[in-house]
């Protein structure tokens, strides 16, 4: 029995491109064995006792749910739509930043009468009345265009499995309506569908996920915290800057402390330095200015380690509960 | 989720279970009903495309080596139902294993024993004769007085029908008797402004729905709208017509047009709605919502009436029956009386028995219309209840 942590990342696609930047960035690259179309294992450089799984994005939650992996990055669209009740057996322990998509009610555009749920419901009350038959709506989100449609009190349809590009489907008459995931929408617009208002159902990103249902090893929850720190430490400094300024230590202890008070920074190595906001930089050189520190630099920020890590007390507070 | 709620049958359960479901059986057999017993698996269509996707999550569904599209019967209605549309006859009993993707509780595979009467066209007799019968054989069976509830779908769309408002109001009413809040808001927003969908100026269609309801005249809207559509190049698609599209925007414009509903007669749904109690205080309560003309409500009523003179003739005590005008069962299929037995405390174990009228489901099932009722016990629900609910 394998010792080390399992993580499954999508094997193919966009999706994987990003995964593998995400990791490389973080300093833990992904490292693929055998040949490289082939779907077979890989490690992570410089994190030990990992095994990383390549596998359909679409079949992560399943093998999460399972606890046969214990990470894995895939949609949060997927999460919802394959499991039941997510939250009782995995963790979303950080969304990524990237792969984003909604998943959207999708109607033609000649429909120029329906702006809303509502009307939809409407429409397809009347279809089924003078048609007899229900409209359809192609799909391969089932599950998740079941709970969407009865939440909004609409009974009157049929989801129609789609295989291929669901976006063809109503053009192709094999529906009348679509359920299905977009980033810009263009292609629902080359398609003549427009987007329902209030029918955007879930808006997704990439994620990390772990299992709560797969068992941890101690080796295992080790190689989790080195993940999770690599990772936490990169995301974090990339939302900082590291700012230095010149001062004697007991008047830049004081402003260091206003600073953090005020704009929500961290303490820094020494009093002369502080990791601020990004964003807040330049309101922070005024303050520094006002208090007599003219000369400020702010320079870019590798990893920022932080004790303890809120990914990793996250994560193992839910596996012991 | 599935396989934990299959159990394994033990000798006790199954001697209980055959002794349970024969008592009922011959109980029917006594009264006429024949022992009919239809496929398990079924085209998935069938259910499917009476009761949409609602039905569909809670059935299980495969596919043959062909691809063709299967189902576990979820209930035996329908099948009875198929049954006699092959085969004829006019009493039909049976008792047989039905399957549902189990949610909240409730059981993956079950038994249910039942009836099924086709034909008899004095619709309260025998919808008062099912509900005896079924009363009758739980009782043989060792239940005591059970709690039953009782309604009537017919009822609440020929109330609907009494209304003044625009025929489109009311088929909305009709849909939304499923969902009590969204019923609710409906009438609000119709008591609000007369707009059953509020409608936004900001939406695409919300401007030139509000600019259509400024014209007086009924042909310059149409004109305006088929204007409007040959402008937007409007091609049909999704199975919906340029014509259609124009209707529903005339609708709308029309609703924006019209006064709201008049706060009589919000107060006249209200009351309708508000009717739950002992059958006979609901009786009175309907009684005094007549208002003299000999419509089709007042048949309605009639017939509640006749439904329970014919359920004390057969000895049913109306104490025990509470009617609730908003109460419906689950299944899209109902179309006039419809009841249930239900014990309390004990979640969704305690629907004990239940039954209704379908006139429009034989016609659906590739027969002709006939009328039908028919009403069903779970033995094992019934059997657990026996031993004090453990």
Redesign the interface.
């Given at each position: 029995m394998s010792e080390s942590l399992k993580i499954a990342v999508p094997s193919k696609g966009r999706l994987k491109e990003q995964v593998e930047q995400y990791f490389w960035d973080a300093g833990i690259s992904i490292a693929q064995d055998g040949a490289a179309r082939g779907y077979t294992g890989g490690r992570l450089k410089n994190v030990p006792n990992v095994d990383v799984v390549f596998m359909q994005a679409g079949e992560i939650p399943a093998n999460l749910e399972s606890g046969a992996i214990h990470l894995g990055v895939t949609g949060q669209d997927l999460l919802r739509e394959k499991i039941a009740n997510p939250g009782a057996v995995l963790q979303e322990i950080l969304t990524l930043g990237f792969g984003y998509a909604k998943l959207v009610v999708a109607i033609p555009k000649s429909w120029i009468d329906v702006d809303s749920m509502a009307d939809l419901e409407d429409v397809a009350a009347i279809m089924r009345h003078k048609r007899g038959s229900r409209m359809r709506v192609a799909t391969k989100y089932i599950n998740s265009t079941r709970a969407f449609f009865a939440a909004h009190g609409i009974a009157d349809y049929r989801i129609v499995e789609s295989l291929g590009a669901t976006e063809g489907a109503p053009n192709s008459g094999a529906a009348e309506i679509i359920v299905d995931i977009t980033s810009s929408g263009q292609t629902l617009r080359d398609n003549d569908l427009k987007i329902l208002p209030d029918g955007v159902m879930l808006e997704s990103y990439a994620c990390l996920a772990g299992s709560i249902t797969a068992e941890w090893s101690d080796a295992q929850k080790k190689a989790l915290r080195h993940i999770l720190d690599m990772i936490g430490a990169r995301a974090e400094a990339k939302t900082r800057k590291l700012i230095r300024f010149e001062g004697k230590d007991k008047d830049a202890q004081k402003i260091s402390e206003k600073l953090i008070a005020d704009y929500g920074c961290l303490k820094g190595t020494i009093p002369q330095a502080i990791y601020a906001p990004h964003k807040k930089i330049y309101d922070i050189t005024l303050a520094l200015r006002a208090a007599g520190f003219g000369t400020v630099s702010a320079t870019d920020v590798d990893y920022l380690f932080t004790d303890p890590n809120p990914l990793y007390e996250g994560f193992t507070q839910a596996l012991d509960r | 989720?599935t396989l934990s709620a299959l159990t394994d049958y033990d000798e006790q359960m199954l001697t209980e279970l055959a002794a349970t479901a024969g008592g009922l059986l011959s109980h029917f057999a006594e009264a006429g009903f024949v022992r009919v017993e239809p496929p398990m698996i079924e085209p998935a269509d069938v259910f499917?495309?009476r009761s949409?996707?609602?039905i569909?999550?809670r059935t299980f569904i495969f596919s043959d080596p062909a691809g063709a599209e299967l189902a576990l019967r979820p209930d035996l209605t329908i099948p009875v139902c198929r049954h006699y549309v092959r085969a004829g006859g006019d009493r039909l009993s049976y008792s047989g294993t039905a399957f549902r993707v189990p949610r909240a509780g409730a059981e993956a595979q079950f038994t249910e024993t039942g009836i099924e009467w086709f034909g008899e066209a004095d619709k309260p007799r025998a919808d008062a004769e099912v509900l005896a019968l079924t009363l009758n054989a739980l009782q043989a069976a060792g239940l005591g007085a059970a709690p039953v509830t009782m309604g009537d779908i017919g009822l609440f769309h020929a109330f609907v029908d009494t209304l003044d408002m625009p025929e489109r109001w009311r088929?909305?009413m009709k849909?939304?008797f499923?969902?009590p809040s969204?019923f609710a808001t409906l009438i609000d927003n119709l008591a609000e402004d007369g707009t059953?969908?509020p409608q936004s100026g900001a939406?695409?269609?919300?401007g030139?729905v509000a600019a259509l309801a400024a014209l007086d005249d009924v042909e310059a809207r149409r004109a305006a709208v088929s204007d409007?559509?040959a402008l937007?190049d409007?091609?049909?698609?999704?199975?919906?017509s340029?014509e259609?599209?124009a209707e529903?925007?005339l609708d709308?414009a029309e609703d924006r047009a019209a006064d709201a509903l008049s706060p009589a007669i919000v107060e006249r749904i209200h009351a309708f709605m508000a009717i739950n109690g002992p059958v006979t205080e609901a009786l009175d309560q309907l009684k005094a919502l007549e208002t003299g003309a000999k419509d089709s409500f007042a048949r309605a009523v009639r017939d509640v009436t006749a439904r329970l003179d014919a359920l004390e003739a057969r000895g049913v005590e109306p104490g025990a029956i509470s009617f609730a005008s908003t109460f419906g069962r689950q299944m899209?299929y109902y179309t006039g009386f419809v009841f249930e037995v239900r014990l309390d405390g004990l979640g969704p174990l305690g629907q004990i028995a239940g039954g209704g009228r379908y006139d429009r489901l034989i016609g659906d099932l590739g027969g002709d219309d006939v009328p039908a009722v028919g009403a069903m016990i779970r033995p094992e629900r019934l059997i657990r209840a026996l031993k004090g609910g453990a």
């Open positions: - | 989720m499917l495309d949409g996707e609602e569909r999550r088929a909305r849909r939304r499923w969902r969204e059953p969908i939406q695409a269609g919300g030139f409007l559509l937007a409007v091609k049909p698609a999704g199975g919906r340029a259609d599209i529903r925007l709308q899209d």
